[in-house]
């Protein structure tokens, strides 16, 4: 991976690591478009400032656009919401594994 490919990497997880980012783009992953209280709702606990900011961020980023039928992903969006897809997979397999790990670790007490 070159030195630019880096900074590109680098740059995209800094918007997404941005508190609620990941989860905008999650929320409008089925591609129906949200105003932004539906959003609000999906998303769950983001404040008005904060969805406010991420949308700006989003938008800035061509990641989200705005209709007038609400917020929507764009292409590129689509994109990494499908990529998003398989971390979701990695997850699920992931936590399982963890879940197996940390079984195995436990104590096992014969009876008394």
């Known amino acids: ?22 989860r ?6 089925d591609g129906h478009p949200q ?20 949308l700006k961020e989003l938008r800035a980023a061509r990641l989200v656009d705005h209709s007038g039928h609400g917020y929507r992903l764009t292409a590129q969006g689509t994109d990494l919401a499908r990529r998003l897809v398989e971390v979701q997979q ?3 397999k992931w936590s399982q594994h963890q879940a197996r790990v940390a079984a195995a670790a ?5 009876g008394n």
Do not use: C
């Open 1 to 22: 991976m070159t030195a630019k490919d880096n900074a590109a990497v680098i740059q995209l997880f800094d918007l997404l690591e941005s508190r609620y980012a990941m």
């Open 24 to 29: 905008v783009i999650w929320a409008l992953s």
């Open 35 to 54: 105003t932004f209280r539906l959003l609000q709702d999906s998303v769950g606990g983001v404040t008005p400032n904060t969805l406010n900011t991420r």
């Open 90 to 92: 990695f997850a699920g």
């Open 106 to 110: 436990q104590p096992h007490f014969a």
